[in-house]
């Protein structure tokens, strides 16, 4: 069971619920009109990711992991494909993968369902502001308007917990080798994704060895954010957030 929450259900199922729930928030959004909207949401925060990492992308030890984490989780890029795949051979991961492997995998497909969820709200509120509303100000006012702070520290919760795993995992040689010998099964198996980012994940944090400077970075600078984007007086807060974006 994964260390972060109680439900007792198998990897596959917890991974189905949370990538039919990704499913469901896309078409939604597409009926609704949001998809525009979405995209817009999810361009200026991952501008504002680079921003606030881009002492670690540009730093040869932690560049890639913290390209890894900025494209596999906080990325714009359009996750269908992979979500569909994932999907499809849920029940594949846990007879094919080790059990920590599996629940990195779960790691992943709740990220990604809260991430959808928070952005598909937020992009209703974004069309809810004046399109003459400079774009700082309409995304924390959206922000606020969403709500969802617990949402927010789980969504962080389970990356940070994401990233220890896979520090923890890539000291273990065996599973190191074992993940390289899955290339041909797991590629045989329509696993070609999962596979990739594993590969890609492990290959990042073995670079950077140890991790926790990383992590407590991604800890302290996200939960900076929330709160700011939560508590500060809203000037302070758009003038923040546009300085941010102009470092990127």
Not at 29 to 46: E, M, P, Y
Request: proline content about 2%; some cysteine.
């Amino acid at each position: 069971m994964n260390a972060l929450t109680n439900d007792p259900s198998s990897a596959s199922d917890r991974i189905r619920r949370q990538l039919e729930r990704v499913t469901h928030l896309r078409t939604q959004a597409q009926q609704d009109g949001l998809s525009t909207a979405v995209h817009q949401v999810k361009q200026l925060q991952a501008r504002r990711f680079r921003a606030t990492y881009t002492d670690f992308l540009t730093d040869p030890r932690h560049a890639a992991a913290t390209t890894f984490f900025l494209d596999e989780l906080y990325g714009e890029h359009d996750f269908a494909q992979r979500d569909a795949q994932f999907g499809r051979i849920a029940g594949a991961i846990e007879r094919l993968f080790p059990e920590a492997v599996a629940d990195l995998a779960v790691d992943l497909a709740e990220t990604h369902a809260l991430t959808e969820s928070l952005d598909h709200q937020l992009a209703g509120r974004w069309l809810d502001q004046d399109n003459d509303c400079p774009y700082t100000e309409r995304y924390v006012r959206s922000w606020r308007q969403t709500g969802e702070r617990a949402a927010r520290q789980r969504q962080l919760a389970v990356v940070l917990h994401m990233g220890q795993e896979l520090q923890r995992l890539t000291r273990m040689k065996s599973l190191l080798i074992a993940l390289k010998l899955m290339r041909g099964p797991a590629q045989a198996a329509g696993l070609a994704s999962l596979q990739q980012f594993l590969e890609r994940g492990f290959s990042a944090f073995a670079t950077m060895g140890d991790a926790r400077h990383f992590l407590a970075a991604i800890a302290e600078r996200e939960q900076r954010w929330i709160d700011a984007l939560f508590d500060d007086d809203l000037p302070a807060c758009q003038a923040a957030l546009a300085r941010e974006l102009q470092r990127a």
